[in-house]
Each structure stands twice: as C-alpha cells, then as structure tokens.
C-alpha cells in the first residue's frame, strides 16, 4: 500500500495528537522515523484516506500550525514607501506646528 505525507514535524506532542485523532477515525497511517539530523518526522496516509485525514488536519488546527513555520513573505516595496511618506508628512506637519506657536508675538 502507497503512503503519502500530510503532515511533518519535530513537535513530538503534535506526532501524538495526530495518532490519537487519526486512529479515532480509523485512519490508515504510519509515522516515519526521524530524518538524517533527527529531527522531522512525518505522518504519512494512504491515498484512499488522504482527503479525510486533511480534513482533519484542517479542523485540528494543524494546518494553520505548518503554514506558521513557513518561509515569511517579504513586504512589497510599495508598502514600505507608503510609510516613509506618512512618516515624513507627519515630520512636516509637526513642524509647521511647532514654527507657529514658536513664532507668537
């Protein structure tokens, strides 16, 4: 029987929740052993179960988890210069203030 990976981790408590869920709904699954480092370790289904078990996961709360640990996304640079001009506007004005009640007579 063909496996696939739904889910890797190095959170042995997750490897734990994710058994006890999986075999409470009767789910064919397998846990791999550590990789080379270690360190990950997979949960693997099989094909007629990987729908259900993704449900799962989903319903779980674990796939919110693993997008967490993945790469962080850079900020467009459009963005970053939306701030520097609000930050110099509000410099500027702040200024403009700071001259009119400086120059009371």
Excluded: C
Excluded at 17 to 33: A, F, P, Q, W
Excluded at 48 to 58: F, I, M, N, S, V
Excluded at 69 to 77: G, K, Q
């Amino acid at each position: 029987m063909k496996y696939f990976t739904i889910y890797s981790t190095k959170d042995e408590n997750e490897v734990a929740v994710l058994k006890r869920v999986y075999s409470e709904e009767g789910i064919d699954y397998r846990v791999t052993e550590a990789d080379e480092k270690g360190e990950v370790k997979r949960v693997q289904v099989t094909e007629d179960d990987k729908g259900k078990a993704r449900e799962l996961l989903d319903q779980t709360g674990f796939l919110t988890a693993s997008q967490a640990h993945a790469p962080v996304r850079r900020r467009t640079a459009g963005r970053r210069w939306i701030f520097i001009f609000l930050a110099a506007f509000i410099i500027i004005i702040v200024a403009v203030a700071i001259l009119m009640f400086m120059n009371v007579e």
